[in-house]
């Protein structure tokens, strides 16, 4: 009986889990060259859900982004749908042509960011602001690019290995 549960449990933990790799989309165009795109001013709108899927924040936001060559100075400020303002700066390295490596303020240790065809997918823990703690939430980003001027981006966040809130943004390049 054990075993069978223990394969039930398995089954369940791996038939949820995302298989989605950023090589799948190797071969599909509009290529997203994540330094081309997020250069220059880029407005976006999004959504954050709970778990269970309602809306409980909106936000718009304002990129400006400026490559030198080698790294990627990508300054984001938020303005949350509750009057919030928030800020990041992210400093994005090309490692070559599918790999990145990214750091900011907020994230523990460096992101990790793979980069095919029209997707970008980014890999980071982020200190998420819950109540007078900084939380560590791991953040699943993709961004898919629509056409030179539209991308969208769905970022999936867990805490031990449980989802806990999905994101949804649009992004619009100036």
């Given at each position: 009986?054990?075993?069978?549960?223990?394969?039930?449990?398995?089954?369940?933990?791996?038939g949820?889990?995302?298989n989605m790799?950023?090589?799948?989309?190797?071969?599909?165009?509009?290529?997203?060259?994540?330094?081309?795109?997020?250069?220059?001013?880029?407005?976006?709108?999004?959504?954050?859900?709970?778990?269970?899927?309602?809306?409980?924040r909106?936000f718009?936001?304002?990129?400006?982004?400026?490559?030198?060559?080698?790294?990627?100075?990508?300054?984001?400020?938020?303005?949350?749908?509750?009057?919030?303002?928030?800020?990041?700066?992210?400093?994005?390295?090309?490692?070559?042509?599918?790999?990145?490596?990214?750091?900011a303020g907020?994230?523990?240790?460096?992101?990790?960011?793979?980069?095919?065809?029209?997707?970008?997918?980014?890999?980071?823990?982020?200190?998420?602001?819950?109540?007078?703690?900084?939380?560590?939430i791991k953040?699943?980003?993709?961004?898919?690019?629509?056409?030179?001027?539209?991308?969208?981006?769905?970022?999936?966040?867990?805490?031990?290995?449980?989802?806990?809130?999905?994101?949804?943004?649009?992004f619009v390049?100036?």
């Open positions: 009986m054990k075993k069978i549960l223990t394969f039930i449990l398995i089954i369940l933990i791996t949820c889990a995302n790799k950023p090589t799948d989309f190797k071969d599909q165009k509009p290529r997203l060259v994540i330094e081309e795109y997020l250069s220059g001013n880029v407005k976006a709108w999004g959504i954050l859900q709970n778990r269970s899927g309602k809306v409980i909106q718009s936001a304002d990129l400006d982004g400026k490559w030198d060559g080698e790294q990627l100075i990508l300054d984001e400020k938020f303005n949350w749908s509750d009057g919030e303002i928030q800020t990041r700066q992210w400093q994005i390295k090309k490692i070559d042509q599918h790999n990145y490596e990214g750091t907020d994230v523990v240790g460096k992101a990790k960011g793979f980069s095919y065809g029209p997707a970008f997918k980014f890999e980071y823990v982020l200190l998420v602001p819950i109540k007078g703690k900084n939380i560590k953040f699943d980003d993709w961004i898919f690019k629509q056409d030179e001027k539209v991308a969208i981006n769905r970022a999936t966040m867990t805490k031990f290995g449980f989802k806990v809130a999905e994101l949804t943004v649009m390049k100036n």
